[in-house]
C-alpha cells in the first residue's frame, strides 16, 4: 500500500533520528540507579527513633502514606514511562523538600529531582528534534474517513483498570475500617508498664508480660527484660512508642488506583492516537520495517520498535505525495472484498495477531497442513512501508504496506536491544482429513483425557481450601495469608479451565472453550490439524491455536473432512466470534470468598 514516489527518509536522516534519541539506559539505568541511592541516603542519614516520648517518629505518618506512592511509582514510571517517572521524580523532590525534616533525605531526593528535571528536557528535546529530522523529508497522507476508529469492547488496559479501581477502593474501604478500630481500642487502653520476655528484632516481634505474653510487632529494636510502656485494651497491646499503623492499606489503595488511572489514560491516548491518525492528514515518509513477528513493527535496525494491529477494515492502495494531500481509498468502494483481505486473530486479539498478509496466511495454512515444507520465515526480509504520524520516540504512528494499514496499540519506543523475529515451527505433523465413513453424526464434544478432567476436579478444592486454611488460623502472618488465597485461587482458575476445556464440532463450525473466553470458528477458517504425542493442535488463524490432550487422532482427520466439505459447498466465510466463558466468573466468585475470608479473620 506504498507508491514508489513515497518521500524516502533516507540513511542520512535515519542516522540523525537514531543519535537525537535519548539512549534507553539513562532514564531505565542511570535514573533508577541515583533513585536507590537516593533511598538508601535517606533512610541510613536518617537518625530518628523509637521512643514513648514522642509517639509520632513510629506512628502513623497519613501524609507518608500518601506520598510514598509517588516514591514507589517513580522506578516503576522510569522503566515503563520513562517521561512520567521523570515527572514523578521531580514531583517527589519537591514534595520532600517541603514536607521532609531530615536534610540527608532533602539533599538526596534533590539531587534525584534536579537530574530527573534534566533527563526529561533532553527527552523532550530530543522528541523535537526527531521530528523535525523527519519533517525535512515528510509527504502527507490521509486514511480513508471510512476505516473504523477502532474495534469494540474493552481493552486490556480497561479490564485491569477496572479491576485495580476494585482493589483500590476496597483498600480504602479497608483502611478506613482499620483505622476506625485501632482509634476504638487507643480510647479504650489503659497504660502500663510491662517486660519484654522475648524479642525477635530481625523478625521484627517482641512478646511482652500483661501480665500473660503477647506477641507485638516492633519496628526498633528491643532486648528481653526491658520494660516499656504499653497500651492494653483486652487481647490487644501495643507499645506506646510504637502506636499500630494502618497506613500500609492506604498506600495500596491510592496506588492502585494509581495504577488504574494510568492505564485508562494509555487506553484513551491510544484511541484518540487512532482516531487522529484515521482522520489525517498526516505527515509519512517512507521507511523499511521488520515486519517478522505479527503484533509489532521493527524499524532503523532495531532502534525503533511500534507494536501494531491490523486495521479492521483495509482499503486499497493509497497515493502518498511529496508535499500534497492526498487520500487512501479516496472515492473506492470501501466495502469490496472485505472477507478476502481482513484476516484477523478472532474477535479480541488476545494471542497478540498481527500484519499478516492474504498470501502469507495462505502460506501459513499450507505450512500447517503440510502441503509446502515450512521453509520460509515470514518477513524474513525487511519490506518498504509508509509511516504515517509523528514518527519519534513516543509518538503515534500508522503504517501502510501493500495489502494492511497497521494501527498502533502503543506509541513508539526505543527498544533496549533489536527483538528476535523468528517465528516457531508449526507443532508435531498434520493429518489428512478423513474420508466419508469416518463421519458422524454432529455434535461431537472433543475433551482431554479422563485424568485431565480429574485432576481438574480435585483441583477446584483449593476454592474452599485456601480460605478454610486462613480460617483455621494456620499463616501466620499477612503475607502467609495471601500466599495461602493466592494459592487456593491459581488451583480453582487451573482446576476449572481442566474441567471445562473442550471442543465442540457443530455443523456451524468449531466452538472452542478457552481459558477465558468461547470461540466459535467456522469451518472454513481452520488452516489445519497437526498432532503430536500429546493430542491435537488446532489452528484457525496465524498465531492462534489450542492442544487438545488426549484426543484421538481419527477426530482430526474429522476435523479436515468437514473443513474440506464447507470449502466444497462454497461456504461464504463467517467471521471468528467469541464470548466470554465461564472462568472470569469463577475467578470473581473467589475473589469475593478470599475478600470476606479475610474480612472474617480481622473481626
Keep these: 500500500m506504498t507508491d514508489v514516489g513515497a518521500p524516502v527518509l533516507d540513511g542520512a536522516r535515519i542516522q540523525r533520528w537514531i543519535k537525537a534519541a535519548v539512549p534507553w539506559w539513562v532514564p531505565r539505568l542511570v535514573l ?60 517527589f523532590a519537591v514534595l520532600d523538600l517541603v514536607l521532609d525534616d ?38 502527507t497522507v490521509r486514511l480513508d474517513e471510512r476505516l473504523r476508529e477502532d474495534r469494540p469492547g474493552w481493552g486490556w488496559r480497561t479490564a ?44 521484627g516481634v517482641v512478646t511482652v508480660g500483661v501480665p500473660e505474653p503477647v506477641r507485638v510487632d516492633v519496628v526498633g529494636s528491643y532486648r528481653a527484660g526491658q520494660v516499656v510502656p504499653v497500651l492494653v485494651d483486652g487481647s490487644w497491646v501495643r507499645l506506646v512508642a510504637e502506636p499500630e499503623d494502618v497506613t500500609v492499606w492506604l498506600s495500596a489503595g491510592l496506588g492502585a488506583l494509581a495504577l488504574a488511572g494510568i492505564l485508562l489514560f494509555r487506553e484513551q491516548s491510544r484511541r484518540s492516537a487512532r482516531r487522529r491518525l484515521s482522520r489525517g492528514p498526516l505527515a509519512a515518509v517512507e521507511v523499511a520495517a521488520d515486519l517478522a513477528v505479527a503484533d509489532r513493527a521493527v524499524m532503523f535496525g532495531g532502534r525503533a520498535l511500534v507494536p501494531v494491529l491490523p486495521a479492521p477494515f483495509l482499503p486499497p492502495d493509497p497515493s502518498v505525495n511529496d508535499g500534497a494531500d492526498s487520500s487512501v481509498n479516496d472515492g473506492a468502494d ?48 525487511p519490506q518498504t512501508v509508509t509511516v504515517a504520524g509523528d514518527l519519534r520516540d513516543g509518538g503515534w504512528v500508522v503504517l501502510i504496506t501493500d ?48 485424568r485431565e478432567r480429574v485432576l481438574g ?4 478444592l483449593g476454592f474452599a481450601a485456601g480460605p478454610a486454611v486462613v480460617l483455621a488460623g494456620l499463616p501466620e502472618d499477612w503475607w502467609q495469608t495471601l500466599v495461602v488465597l493466592w494459592l487456593g485461587g491459581s488451583l480453582t482458575y487451573g482446576g476449572w479451565r481442566r474441567l471445562t476445556a473442550r471442543a465442540e464440532l457443530t455443523k456451524g463450525g468449531l466452538v472452542v472453550h478457552g481459558r477465558m473466553r468461547v470461540r466459535h470458528v467456522p469451518w472454513t477458517r481452520l488452516h489445519g490439524v497437526r498432532r503430536d504425542d500429546k493430542g491435537l493442535w488446532i489452528a484457525w ?55 470476606a475470608t479475610l474480612w472474617w479473620t480481622r473481626h
Excluded: K
Design 334 to 381: 470501501s466495502t469490496a472484498n472485505h472477507d478476502e483481505h481482513e484476516y484477523e486473530d478472532g474477535a479480541d486479539d488476545e494471542d497478540g495477531d498481527g500484519a499478516w498478509t492474504v498470501e502469507e496466511v495462505e502460506e501459513f495454512g499450507r505450512e500447517w497442513r503440510g502441503e509446502s515444507p515450512p521453509s520460509r520465515v515470514r518477513g524474513s526480509e
Design 160 to 203: 485491569a483498570a477496572v479491576a485495580l479501581s476494585m482493589a483500590g477502593a476496597g483498600g480504602l474501604a479497608w483502611y478506613g475500617h482499620r483505622d476506625a478500630q485501632v482509634a476504638a481500642h487507643e480510647a479504650a487502653a489503659v497504660r502500663t508498664d510491662a517486660v519484654i520476655r522475648s524479642a525477635d528484632n530481625a523478625s
Design 403 to 450: 495489502s494492511a494499514v497497521l494501527l498502533p496499540e502503543a506509541p513508539l519506543r526505543m527498544p533496549m536491544r533489536s527483538p528476535e523475529s523468528v517465528p516457531d515451527a508449526p507443532p508435531g505433523v498434520p493429518l489428512p482429513s478423513a474420508g466419508r465413513e469416518e463421519l458422524t453424526e454432529l455434535p461431537v464434544v472433543l475433551r482431554p483425557r479422563p
Design 541 to 595: 488463524e496465524p498465531g492462534d491455536a489450542i492442544h487438545l490432550t488426549g484426543v484421538a487422532d481419527r477426530w482430526g482427520g474429522v476435523i479436515m473432512r468437514l473443513r474440506d466439505l464447507s470449502l466444497a459447498a462454497g461456504d461464504p466465510g463467517r467471521e471468528v466470534t467469541d464470548r466470554l466463558g465461564s472462568g472470569p466468573a469463577v475467578v470473581f466468585a473467589y475473589v469475593l470468598v478470599a475478600a
Design 32 to 91: 533508577v540507579a541515583a533513585w536507590a541511592g537516593a533511598f538508601v541516603a535517606a533512610a541510613v542519614g536518617d537518625p530518628s527513633s523509637c521512643t514513648a516520648a514522642d509517639p509520632g517518629v513510629c506512628g502513623p505518618d497519613v501524609t507518608l502514606a500518601v506520598v510514598i506512592v509517588v516514591l514507589l511509582a517513580t522506578p516503576i514510571l522510569l522503566w515503563w514511562l520513562p517521561l512520567a517517572g521523570c515527572g514523578a521524580g521531580v514531583l
Design 457 to 460: 476436579a480435585l483441583s477446584l
Design 102 to 139: 531530615e536534610p540527608v533525605a532533602r539533599v538526596a531526593f534533590g539531587v534525584f529531582g534536579l537530574l530527573c528535571l534534566a533527563v526529561a528536557a533532553w527527552l523532550v528535546v530530543a522528541r523535537r528534534r526527531q521530528a523535525a529530522i523527519v519533517a525535512e523529508a515528510a509527504g
